[in-house]
């Protein structure tokens, strides 16, 4: 051997032990962070993902990232294939030195399984092409076919999920349908949350629908009627920016977990997309959810009732109009219900919105502290409302709940569309009265517009808005405008000049409702704004007024007094207050 040989050959003996040197290292590192750091072995892989072997063979460039395991060797090389193995120093040093980019070098053979390699040939050849920094290396592929995706960050652990991934499909029979189906999830247990969903299903067809199915059969109804559905609203909710280290199939499965603690907590049925945006708002790790949700707590635990503002207007808009439920704006009513007559009116405007909205009522009775929610009162309540709304054929559900009235009802009114509650206790016309009226708290608090009815028994069939220009006054204005179109119900607009009121005011609700294509009456008034308000009602014949809520700080509120606290204590007929 020359001495430039000698030199060259020396020169790879100690690329080798560098190596094998940071193997160790390698082996270290993945010991203490918990994670694996070996090669993952072609045939275990190929019976848990129940792989088939084809005759599909070419020659081509494939990514050194990509090769994840070997035949036999898997165990001689770590996952960045450096040598574990003293005894491959002399065979890797001699591949070392015959070149440094591959060439002389025949082609490796590996298997591909989905986007994965496993080396058949040429483990060296990879171990030593991966320590001169190349990216792709030549290879002879041979196919093999599964159903179950496989990528280059492929652990040992994931096998017991790619596993049980396989045994889904194989019961089920998906893959077989539809090609381009993708389950995968990171906990190998939900598989079988899945199979029991398919069960259900396989049940409902026979029971409900009166057809006999196989489980494989059930298992296609369910993936076209149930998972894809609810996947499609997570992608277009972009769940998935809120849970970066989830897939699809992941939230899937939470949402419906979600979804049933949901109902077992409130005692009301919880449509799918409402769970999917509480899931998000509620358990989103993503920064600026995170600090919403902590200010929201604090502010909360620091401020008094009584001061609480409440959410910032349009807030609910802006949800209903990111669910894209369906085309109604009231979908899901809470109706509080005291069981005394103007409760029972409440009910009643209750019912005739939901009729028109298609829409079903939650019911909620609140006793204190003192009474049992099973005690013979509370119980003669719930029955008295299911009757009302089985005579109305409206669907309805009522919960009983211990507390305070107004937090009882705030709480709850996230989950639904409009709370609707009686108008027999208006706010007082003194600040004292003002500061303590749980009607107040109620409309400041309340994430949802609110419907004021008072004891009366109007149809609301004529609508009137007032408008000043407000933000709350817009939502208002958007609302009314969705009844107006929605209900074909006759709608007119006042607006009552003043300090913040100008005819630009007036204009922007008319290029809005003409934007809706609604032909609507006009009215402008001069004076007091609840005053004007409510003469326009009665010469309108309205029986029904819709005006955005408190339009300064509670503070103020309760100083000076407010517009919507004086159409309240004198209005005789529903006013929807919206923020």
């Not at 899937?252 to 769970?275: F, N, P, S």
């Not at 007082?428 to 517009?449: E, N, T």
Request: hydrophobic residues 40%; aromatic residues 8%.
């Amino acid at each position: 051997m020359s001495e430039h040989s000698h030199e060259i050959r020396q020169a790879a003996i100690q690329n080798f032990r560098s190596a094998r040197l940071r193997a160790e290292l390698e082996r270290v590192r993945a010991a203490l962070s918990g994670q694996s750091a070996d090669l993952l072995s072609y045939e275990e892989v190929r019976q848990k993902v129940k792989a088939m072997e084809t005759s599909k063979r070419e020659l081509r460039d494939i990514p050194l990232d990509a090769i994840v395991g070997s035949v036999g060797r898997y165990k001689d090389f770590t996952r960045r294939f450096l040598p574990r193995v003293d005894k491959d120093e002399q065979r890797w040093a001699k591949v070392f030195t015959i070149t440094e980019g591959m060439a002389g070098l025949p082609p490796i053979e590996v298997f591909q399984i989905g986007d994965v390699y496993f080396v058949r040939d040429g483990n060296h050849r990879v171990s030593v092409a991966r320590e001169l920094e190349a990216s792709h290396i030549e290879a002879y592929v041979t196919l093999v076919e599964t159903e179950v995706p496989l990528s280059p960050d492929l652990a040992p652990d994931d096998l017991i999920i790619k596993e049980r991934y396989a045994q889904f499909l194989e019961r089920t029979q998906l893959g077989g349908r539809y090609p381009k189906l993708n389950l995968t999830m990171s906990v190998a247990g939900n598989y079988r949350a899945l199979e029991q969903q398919i069960s259900v299903h396989q049940h409902w067809l026979a029971h409900e629908k009166g057809q006999e199915a196989t489980f494989t059969e059930a298992a296609a109804d369910w993936y076209e009627k149930v998972y894809r559905p609810v996947a499609r609203m997570i992608r277009r909710r972009g769940a998935l920016r809120d849970f970066p280290d989830r897939t699809v199939t992941d939230l899937y499965v939470w949402v419906y977990k979600h979804r049933a603690r949901l109902i077992e907590r409130l005692g009301w049925d919880v449509e799918t997309e409402t769970a999917v945006t509480d899931l998000i708002s509620s358990q989103s790790r993503r920064p600026e959810r995170v600090r919403q949700r902590l200010s929201e707590r604090l502010k909360d635990m620091m401020t008094p009732d009584a001061l609480e503002d409440g959410p910032a207007p349009g807030i609910w808009r802006k949800s209903w109009l990111a669910s894209h439920r369906d085309d109604r704006l009231f979908s899901h009513i809470l109706v509080g219900i005291n069981g005394r007559d103007d409760g029972w009116m409440a009910l009643e405007q209750a019912i005739q919105i939901a009729r028109r909205e298609q829409g079903r009522l939650y019911g909620l009775h609140v006793v204190t502290d003192m009474v049992s929610p099973e005690a013979d009162p509370a119980l003669a309540i719930k029955a008295e409302f299911e009757r009302r709304c089985q005579e109305a054929a409206v669907r309805g559900e009522l919960r009983i709940e211990t507390g305070g009235i107004m937090r009882t009802i705030t709480s709850r009114a996230r989950w639904s569309d409009l709370v609707i509650v009686s108008l027999k206790h208006p706010p007082g016309d003194q600040p004292i009265k003002r500061l303590s009226s749980g009607f107040s708290q109620l409309l400041r608090r309340c994430p949802r517009p609110v419907l004021a009815v008072p004891y009366v028994r109007p149809d609301p069939d004529r609508l009137l808005l007032a408008y000043d220009g407000s933000p709350k006054s817009d939502e208002a204005l958007f609302v009314a405008a969705y009844l107006a179109g929605q209900w074909q119900a006759p709608l007119t607009v006042v607006t009552v000049f003043g300090k913040r009121v100008e005819m630009e005011t007036a204009v922007r609700a008319r290029t809005y409702l003409e934007s809706q294509n609604l032909q609507v009456d006009y009215l402008i008034e001069e004076g007091s704004p609840a005053e004007a308000i409510l003469r326009a009602a009665k010469s309108q014949e309205s029986s029904l007024i819709i005006m955005g809520g408190y339009g300064f700080s509670s503070v103020m509120e309760i100083i000076l007094g407010s517009v919507v606290d004086e159409v309240l204590r004198t209005c005789n007929r529903p006013v929807l207050i919206c923020r």
